[in-house]
């Protein structure tokens, strides 16, 4: 007897990564087929390799017949249709909130296809951000939504999605114990304190004079004796020349997962505007400041271990900096107990039979 198929549609790095988890898992529990399908959204190696999401070539990777002057989600709908209609799948799953989120999303219900969002409930309030607007169509087209905090599961009740919402926790967190469990604790960087730093939100890079606040900020941090330590995304590294605009700090080219949740561990500081690395750094007990106005991760800035903070304004963060302890925190279970993939799976299954 032929098994019912979910098709899980990804396309950019932090969703491969999951992909890679939730792949592993389902391979130990079985119960249905489950077939990756990567849209090629994140096209560059260096973001999209095995070596940086621990994804291998089980997945089927499209090509896009759209013309260049589609906008990216129809060109990834145009993708996306024949494939999701070839596969006939019985129920097709999300992530996030990316244009790879609602492009499988807009096709499944086109089809008549059953769609389940994982990363639910998430809120900015900034419907000018493409994130929002994404999760916004995934959970409200979805049937099924599995929420990772119980402020997500509060919005997705205020918007009358209660009936379709389940507290999962969160998938990264635990790729994040996972990992904990099989890396030794990283020894000593040296006496200079490690700052990490990730930037690549299109309002914090697309715009010139804001990215080089950025630059600026990162360099005066380096300025006090930290050792700055930035893996460049694609999308900073084809604008600006940052060994001319940061000449004191580590320039690196994006980092494999693994390697990134140890840089985490060994920091004094996270700089980030990365969703995943906010909740990353929390988890492995760092201080984080965040540079953007608003965060759906509110949990991490309500409990103190996570600042807002805009590109100019230095003073506050070479402040969080000086107060960090060099010992790591505890950080409390707000994001679920690490068996999230095990729920989603388990519901998937109930949901197929």
Not at 38 to 52: F, G, I, P
Not at 133 to 148: G, K, M, S, W
Not at 194 to 200: D, K
Request: aromatic residues 4%.
């Amino acid at each position: 007897m032929t098994q019912p198929t979910t098709a899980l549609v990804v396309g950019t790095r932090p969703q491969l990564i999951k992909a890679a988890f939730l792949q592993a898992s389902h391979r130990a529990r079985g119960g249905f087929d489950l077939r990756l399908i990567d849209t090629n959204q994140h096209y560059d190696d260096d973001l999209a390799s095995e070596s940086v999401t621990g994804l291998g070539d089980d997945r089927l990777r499209l090509t896009m017949h759209e013309p260049a002057t589609a906008s990216r989600i129809d060109r990834l709908v145009g993708a996306l249709r024949p494939v999701l209609e070839a596969t006939s799948a019985d129920l097709v799953a999300v992530i996030g909130d990316t244009n790879s989120t609602t492009a499988a999303t807009l096709v499944a219900a086109e089809l008549g296809q059953r769609c389940v969002h994982i990363e639910a409930g998430l809120r900015s309030f900034d419907r000018r951000m493409p994130e929002e607007r994404n999760r916004l169509i995934a959970d409200h087209l979805c049937e099924r939504l599995y929420a990772p905090s119980d402020v997500a599961m509060a919005h997705l009740g205020h918007e009358g999605l209660a009936d379709r919402a389940i507290l999962t926790g969160d998938l990264t967190y635990d790729l994040t114990l996972a990992h904990l469990a099989t890396q030794p604790t990283p020894q000593s960087a040296g006496a200079a304190p490690l700052v990490l730093a990730t930037i690549h939100r299109p309002a914090n890079v697309d715009i010139n004079t804001r990215f080089l606040e950025v630059a600026n900020l990162l360099e005066q941090v380096a300025r006090t004796g930290a050792n700055v330590v930035f893996p460049a995304h694609p999308r900073v590294t084809e604008r600006y020349d940052l060994r001319t605009l940061c000449p004191s700090i580590d320039i690196r080219p994006p980092m494999g997962h693994a390697e990134l949740l140890q840089t985490i561990r060994s920091a004094r500081l996270v700089v980030t505007d990365s969703g995943g690395v906010q909740r990353e750094s929390f988890w492995l007990g760092r201080r984080c400041v965040t540079l953007r106005p608003e965060t759906e991760w509110v949990e991490t800035v309500e409990l103190g271990f996570n600042n807002l903070a805009e590109p100019q304004d230095v003073g506050t963060v070479l402040a969080v900096l000086e107060s960090c302890e060099q010992e790591p925190f505890t950080p409390p279970p707000v994001y679920g107990t690490g068996n999230a993939a095990q729920l989603i799976l388990d519901d998937m299954a109930a949901l197929l039979a």
